[in-house]
């Protein structure tokens, strides 16, 4: 006891004395509080993988190289023939060669001019003419391109008329006296200006007025103005702009036609040829992924219905599609195995109720060493009967064609415009009523309908929603309406609408609600029917 008192006297004595130290008799612990790990090991990967129930718990790291896979000759004729891909426009040699003429002798006369384009949509106007504008991009010339349908009056054209050549102004009054001394008050050290007006058709419902003042411009004897009007209409200036006519300034007509089943064939055989590897030396008539034969039926096909290249391009992506699929499942039945030799995990490749065989996930890698002289074509039988299914059958069986997500987005398209046609005859009629759905309202529309259903289906992404809206266009139950409340005109004008203008395009059905109800049985068809009968 003695012993224990004494101890807690001495620490107590002890603690005072620290106390009373100064600061600097303190110092910093030198021993590490925490161990570190790495000091004294280096990290190592285990040496053996744990195993339970035939799968592998220690995760295996990629051996390859971090680089991206290259695409399989399929994915490359796909990408090729996208209607977003860019490349020189075959088959216009002629029409290449007076626009040429036209826009070099108007920069070397110095003296302004208009030609308008036209012609059915598909017949590449848009894209010959921004290819050859490509070449003009001298220090005299300034060179624009104004998409009218992105834009929803001609006063917003006169907008990007002063935005484009630094005229702008807050009076619309001011812009259009600026613009017209800038075109028309023509200097010695005047610049040229070239203008591609592509769409002009989409702003006849509205006020011609600028539309006229712009062909004035061009037209005028001193203009540094080089107009190139585009439009689907043949005679629009005959019919549209009658003042044209009276005071006798007439643009150079410059019509494109629908393409030939030759020039639709010579195009296909062309992109397709230029896959083909340059140092590999093939025969003459060899086309890589689809036969001749195949290739003609196909130009044969579309010029008979409407000669759109777009069509021609969709058709030959459906049928690499197809020839895809079918050698996947090839490879498949290849590389199946029985399932006596692995019986505690399951056999992919045993054949399926309907007995077709499903594909392993490694034949996409045996796929990828395919090359355009060894992969397998499409032949004419498979052209045929992709072709009956888009142009012979009815309407009716194409709608029963589709999948869940097609028919939820052409429902919510018919419903759109039933509700339009459904409202109440005494109310003031607004301008949001008369308006023709955008694909951006109609994804809206679609996103909203879905989501009222508790998330019973689930609403694609905007990507998606446009690949589904594309799918539709090629089987002719969605149409693209020029201009505002217009009629139906047939799909798609420009091949690379991207982004905003995407967005602007305005589309209809092809479709009467009755052939839509008829079409809607099997499953889903109650949450389609709910989409339709929306309010």
């Known amino acids: 006891m003695a012993a224990a008192v004494l101890g807690k006297r001495s620490r107590r004595v002890l603690d005072e004395e620290e106390e009373n130290l100064p600061p600097s008799a303190f110092s910093t612990p030198s021993a590490a509080r925490f161990k570190d790990v790495l000091a004294t090991q280096t990290p190592s990967t285990p040496k053996f993988r744990v195993r339970l129930a035939g799968q592998l718990l220690t995760p295996r790291s990629s051996r390859s190289s971090t680089a991206p896979k290259s695409q399989n000759v399929y994915a490359q004729a796909r990408q090729l023939f996208a209607q977003a891909s860019s490349g020189k426009v075959i088959g216009r040699e002629s029409e290449r060669s007076q626009l040429t003429n036209f826009i070099s002798t108007s920069i070397q006369t110095r003296n302004g001019g208009c030609t308008y384009v036209s012609g059915p949509p598909g017949t590449g106007k848009s894209a010959l003419v921004q290819e050859i504008l490509q070449n003009y991009g001298e220090e005299r010339v300034e060179v624009t391109t104004i998409n009218c349908v992105t834009l929803k009056s001609s006063t917003e054209v006169l907008a990007k008329f002063g935005e484009a050549f630094g005229c702008s102004t807050s009076s ?61 209409a043949l005679d629009l200036t005959d019919r549209f702009l009658p003042r044209l006519k009276m005071r006798n300034l007439k643009p150079r007509l410059l019509p494109f036609l629908p393409y030939s089943a030759q020039q639709i064939s010579t195009i296909i055989t062309g992109k397709l040829r230029s896959l083909l590897p340059g140092g590999i030396m093939m025969e003459s008539d060899f086309v890589p992924l689809m036969h001749p034969a195949a290739i003609q039926l196909c130009g044969k096909k579309i010029a008979a219905q409407t000669g759109d290249l777009r069509k021609a391009f969709g058709l030959v992506r459906r049928a690499i599609d197809q020839i895809e699929q079918e050698t996947l499942l090839e490879m498949s039945r290849e590389q199946s195995v029985t399932p006596t030799k692995q019986p505690l995990t399951e056999n992919s490749n045993l054949r399926t109720s309907q007995g077709s065989f499903s594909v392993r996930p490694d034949s996409r890698s045996f796929l990828g060493q395919l090359n355009m002289e060894t992969a397998p074509r499409a032949t004419i039988g498979h052209v045929a009967k992709i072709a009956s299914g888009i142009f012979n059958n009815g309407t009716v069986s194409r709608l029963g064609g589709l999948n869940l997500q097609q028919k939820a987005v052409l429902c919510s398209l018919v419903a759109s415009e039933n509700r339009q046609y459904r409202r109440d005859p005494y109310t003031t009629p607004s301008k949001s009523w008369s308006k023709i759905p955008t694909i951006k309202k109609l994804f809206e529309k679609y996103a909203l309908l879905c989501r009222r259903d508790d998330g019973l289906l689930q609403p694609l992404k905007n990507t998606e929603f446009r690949d589904v809206v594309a799918s539709l266009e090629i089987l002719g139950l969605i149409q693209e309406a020029s201009g505002r409340n217009s009629s139906l005109l047939t799909p798609s004008k420009t091949p690379s609408r991207s982004g905003r203008a995407m967005d602007d395009m305005q589309v209809t059905s092809a479709v009467s609600e009755k052939e839509m109800r008829d079409s809607l049985n099997g499953p889903g068809s109650d949450l389609l029917l709910r989409l339709l009968d929306e309010d």
């Open 172 to 232: 619309h009054k001011g812009a259009k006296s600026n613009l017209a001394k800038l075109f028309t008050a023509r200097k010695a050290d005047s610049k040229m200006h070239l203008v591609l007006l592509d769409e002009i058709d989409t702003l006849l419902r509205g006020d011609c007025d600028v539309l006229y003042s712009i062909f004035e411009w061009a037209m005028h004897p001193s203009s540094t103005l080089i107009l190139i009007g585009i439009a689907n």
